[in-house]
């Protein structure tokens, strides 16, 4: 399996010619679903779900599919009936020969007083997890967990804690917009260091062989 990252969220995996992308958000490159076989988003925040961008490469190519949860489904599945795929917790599918399992149910804490949506993550081939805006531990042996090292919603203790307790074989990050030139090595110390895991940073647009 290829794994290509992204700006921030965003992952392209690609495996025997087909192409699988998640969470295509708007702080992704404007063509990061382009030219994919199946798009799996984790939930209705725009830095991880750009209703644009899908509809999009939806209509670029009338055999695309998306799997995601009902916040997102509904703003798409009327304008491509069949083709939009509402999952939850448990849940497992194949989407462009990939298999896929779903876990996990809400978004992180922001803040108390800020309602929580709902968010789940995606493990795919039993191998690549990417919990969304989570830290959702799936419950079994992940080989690579996409990380979530800078948001609103969390900090670095919180992230090397996550990483310790789903226990991959390898660690690479997401979520890392925001996360300054100035910052990214304090942050690969700490988690290098402290995580228990093998911590790997690629730029946008770099490709990695799983």
């Not at 916040?71 to 009327?78: I, K």
Request: charged share 25%.
């Amino acid at each position: 399996m290829k794994l290509t990252k992204k700006s921030h969220a965003c992952i392209r995996l690609e495996k025997a010619g087909r192409t699988l992308v998640v969470d295509p958000g708007v702080f992704s490159e404007a063509d990061a679903a382009a030219g994919a076989d199946a798009l799996l988003v984790t939930h209705e925040h725009p830095d991880h779900f750009s209703e644009e961008r899908l509809r999009v490469a939806l209509d670029a190519d009338p055999a695309v599919e998306v799997w995601t949860l009902r916040s997102v489904a509904e703003q798409l599945s009327a304008a491509f009936p069949g083709r939009v795929h509402t999952v939850g917790d448990g849940d497992t599918f194949t989407a462009a020969g990939f298999d896929v399992q779903v876990h996990g149910e809400l978004h992180a804490v922001i803040h108390p007083d800020l309602p929580r949506i709902t968010n789940v993550g995606f493990l795919v081939d039993g191998s690549v997890f990417h919990p969304g805006d989570a830290l959702t531990v799936p419950g079994e042996q992940v080989e690579t967990l996409m990380l979530p090292v800078m948001a609103p919603w969390n900090k670095v203790a919180e992230v090397i804690e996550y990483v310790r307790e789903v226990k991959p074989h390898r660690a690479i990050d997401i979520h890392d917009a925001l996360l300054t030139d100035l910052a990214r090595p304090l942050y690969d110390t700490h988690i290098g260091n402290l995580g228990g895991a093998e911590h790997r940073r690629l730029a946008a647009g770099e490709s990695t062989e799983l």
